[in-house]
Every structure is written in structure tokens, then in C-alpha cells.
């Protein structure tokens, strides 16, 4: 017996030494179920979620200070009545720190899965933007001209150190809110 509790023992320190020298983007699941996957990549081929080493150190560094336990480019969450699925940053990177970005929504619909985007397929310079989620509240624009109240969970696209558009759920629609400049 007290060989089984040794060796169980020994399994565990074995574990948890191979944990603590898995690579650093190792933190966070970065995953959408299969049939979700295969329809993104139909549907925007090239480009790939958002990961932690596609961020710059810097920015690596604070997204692991804050955010350790979350995958930068997915988000899992219920955005609207019946729209429970996954907001996703993809990108696909070009030259001189240039990146074509696309901000979307993927849900299951019956059985499917569905894609909504968000905003139009842009080129981004120099900023790879992130995903968060927030919990329904109030929230004010960047220029504090504007607040909303959502009931749904507002979506947070953000180019870190630099702006973040937030889209939330309002009269059967999505909008979007200036959140930082």
C-alpha cells in the first residue's frame, strides 16, 4: 500500500513539473467545437483566433496579468435571446505588423452552427485586438456623450493600450459603443 501512495505521489509531482513547463499560451483553451471550426474556415480562410503568442511580449505580459485564465481572441457567453455561442477575433497577419482582423459571432441555430460579423473584414496597423466579456450593466462611450444599459453581455473588441468598441444586443440587433479611444 504504501508503494501505491508513493507512486501515486510521485505521478502527481510528475504532472505538475510537466505543467509548469508547458508553453505559456498553454494557460487558456483557445477552442470552438469542431463543426464551429470548419465553418469559420470556410467562411474566412487564412485567418485563424486570436492566441496569446500572437501578441507582442508587452502585450502578453499584461494579458496574463489580467486576463490569465481567458483565451485573447474567444470569448464564450449569451449575447442575446436565444444567441449563446462564441465571439471571435481572427486575424491573419500580413507584413510591416499589419493584420486583416475580423470580429464575429458564431451560435448554434438548431443543429448548424451560424456566423454573424460584427463589423466588415478591415486591416488592422499594428494592433492586434483582444476579446472580453462584460456582465449586462451600464456603460458610457469614450467621449461621455452616450450610455447604455444592456440586458445581454456586451462584447469588448480592444486593441490593447489603444481603442475598444464594445457590441451589445438592443431592439433585435446588434450595436456598437465607442468604449475607449
Not at 483565451?71 to 486583416?100: D, H, Q, T, V
Not at 466579456?133 to 444592456?150: M, N, Q, V, Y
Request: aromatic fraction near 10%; proline fraction near 5%.
Amino acid at each position: 500500500m504504501h508503494f501505491i501512495s508513493r507512486t501515486i505521489g510521485i505521478s502527481l509531482l510528475l504532472v505538475a513539473m510537466a505543467n509548469a513547463n508547458t508553453p505559456s499560451n498553454s494557460h487558456a483553451k483557445c477552442s470552438i467545437p469542431n463543426a464551429a471550426m470548419q465553418l469559420t474556415v470556410m467562411k474566412f480562410p487564412g485567418m485563424h483566433i486570436v492566441k496569446l503568442n500572437d501578441l507582442q511580449i508587452h502585450e502578453q505580459t499584461l494579458w496574463k496579468r489580467y486576463h490569465y485564465n481567458l483565451c485573447p481572441g474567444m470569448a464564450k457567453g449569451i449575447f442575446a435571446p436565444r444567441i449563446a455561442g462564441y465571439a471571435i477575433s481572427l486575424i491573419r497577419p500580413l507584413e510591416n505588423y499589419k493584420y486583416i482582423v475580423a470580429f464575429i459571432i458564431i451560435f448554434k441555430a438548431g443543429r448548424k452552427f451560424k456566423i454573424k460579423s460584427l463589423a466588415p473584414v478591415s486591416i488592422s496597423v499594428g494592433h492586434i485586438p483582444v476579446v472580453l466579456l462584460h456582465r449586462p450593466g451600464k456603460f458610457e462611450s469614450a467621449e461621455h456623450d452616450r450610455t447604455i444599459h444592456t440586458r445581454w453581455q456586451l462584447i469588448e473588441y480592444a486593441a490593447m493600450e489603444a481603442a475598444s468598441i464594445g457590441y451589445y444586443w438592443q431592439d433585435g440587433s446588434f450595436h456598437k459603443i465607442q468604449l475607449s479611444e
